[in-house]
Nanobody
Framework: QVQLVESGGGLVQAGGSLRLSCAASGRTLSIYRTGWFRQAPGKEREFVAATRWSGGSTYYADSVKGRFTISRDNAKNTVSLQMNSLKPEDTAVYYC??????????????????WGQGTQVTVSS
């Protein structure tokens, strides 16, 4: 089992920045990939960013490319999401997710095995 706990959400004005962190515990050696997803009220959960737990390629949704950066610190078992130039449309609950096996689709949320509780990000205009 893997446990994920997010932190760092909050309220920020448009154009501002926030940094989300996700602390992993348990069988972290079994993690293959971690990702961030978000879900706004009345909308489906959508992919934000993903990276391999051991490092390597990173992937971003087109809507956040150039503004968000995903990074991981294996020594601390954390994965972070630096969010810059935030827009009101970035408002959502952000979830950290992890999966323990290879799947070709990194942006398909049902393929992820473990989820954090979510953290609210609100961007005011």
């Amino acid at each position: 089992q893997v446990q994920l706990v997010e932190s760092g959400g909050g309220l920020v004005q448009a154009g501002g920045s926030l940094r989300l962190s996700c602390a992993a515990s348990g069988r972290t050696l079994s993690i293959y990939r971690t990702g961030w997803f978000r879900q706004a009220p009345g909308k489906e959960r959508e992919f934000v960013a993903a990276t391999r737990w051991s490092g390597g390629s990173t992937y971003y949704a087109d809507s956040v490319k150039g503004r968000f950066t995903i990074s991981r610190d294996n020594a601390k078992n954390t994965v972070s999401l630096q969010m810059n130039s935030l827009k009101p449309e970035d408002t959502a609950v952000y979830y950290c997710a992890a999966r323990t096996s290879y799947r070709s689709k990194y942006d398909y949320w049902p393929d992820y095995d473990y989820w954090g509780q979510g953290t609210q990000v609100t961007v005011s205009s």
